[in-house]
């Protein structure tokens, strides 16, 4: 049984699509003005480990994320220049080429950090027609109204409004009250009222503007991601995440449009991941603690190993980023993938043996079957990743058969996404990356191999050992393995141990 906890009622729940075994599940994705830093990495991988439990748990995933390349402003007060606009200004290019140099940079990322695709990925200057319409929508049920600078949401007409954020419509304008600065829009209503329309000022050409009913002009943020996910997943979806920031504006602002038009509820399962502190600060480029996965990876880093330590903390607190805790999920993870690079020479040279109970012992299948159910309750537990990462070391410590060891390691990682399949080692040192000229003769290797000139192949192997490396032959393609870096790995394991 899988539990989450559920920002909309506050609590842990146990998981229920709505149509079994189908899940719709909505990600807020980046606005791609700037690069993504290590905090956003946080979050994308929360949402792709809840994917990847989901899966886990045998549900078809239609996963969709959208890419805001237009409308997402400085400022939530719905004043204040539209983000996209700014960067270009500020790198001398068009709007389109920022969105599309920064949307590339974001999914690289992704890909290092070993996230999955989601199946629909959507740009919001694609849905313009969708959005207008749903406006379109609100104003016939009258929950719009208009002011110099656009269509504005009258959030005072609906009754629940803000109850993703479990404050009264009274807290929530003096909260905003409070908070805003002096660039307060003239003339709304509420302070909770938010744009879906804004319109290009007069005197002012926007590289990005769209004719409408109301004017020329741009969608307001929120309106693109209810109109997305409507659009693909239905009137009412299964999940939607985000970070724990959008909780008071974006996503309560997206219930406040989705519901106000379809008199349904919007999303039965909210989820959000907490902010990233570094150093015990908010990330901030003038604080010089603000990190893309980029910069640890020029330290040194894998982009995995700050996977694996953002595993290690629940999703739902503050996660606190140093260099120490950095090098310790290094450590631990280069240390993993080592001990998942011995097991796979048994693994290959003997049969699995979970496949084939009866070779077993009756005290190892039990423990076997002890390590999985332990390693799924606690993934199912909120996505307790932490717990998941102590079953995997128990797993690697225990007395069970090689192979099976390897086996259960691998079904975890469909969870955890650590890519401890690829055990192409990962190298410290620029010393001991694998050089060129290696990568070559493995290559030339293999091209004998698959014309079954053994001769040549084996030759060019003892060529290879001599410079230092060994190659082992998987059903994945060969895998280079520096003798020097072994070394060093097992010095430096026995040393912290
Ligand atoms: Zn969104």
Redesign the pocket.
Known sequence: MLRLYNTLTHKIEEFQPLNPPNVGY????PTVYDFAHIGHARTYIFADVLQRVLEFNGYKVKRVM?I?DVGHLTSDSDSGEDKMEKGAKREGKTVWEIAKFYTDDFFLMLDKLNIKRPEIICKATDYIKEMIDLIKKLEEKDYTYKLADGIYFDTSKLPDYGKLTGQTFEKLQKTLKAGARVDVVEGKKYPTDFAMWKFTPPDVKRQMEWDSPYGRGFPG??I???AM?MKHLGDTIDI?T?GVD?VPI??TN?IAQSEAATGKPFVKYWLHADHLLVDGAKMSKSLGNYYRVKDLEEKGFSPLALRYLYLTANYRTQLNFTWESMKAAQTAYDSLKSQISDLLPRRQAGKSQIAERSALSEEKLDKINKFRDEFTQAINDDLNTAQGLSVVWKVVKSNIPSEDKYDLLLLFDEVLGLDLKNIELRVKNQELRIPEEINKLVKKREEYRRQGNFKESDRVREVIAEKGYSVQDTPGGPIIISNIFIKKLIDSQGNSD
Do not use: K, L, M, R
């Open positions: 909505y990600s807020c994705g959208n805001t943020w929120h693109e991601c209810s996910a939607h985000g959008h974006h996503h997206e």
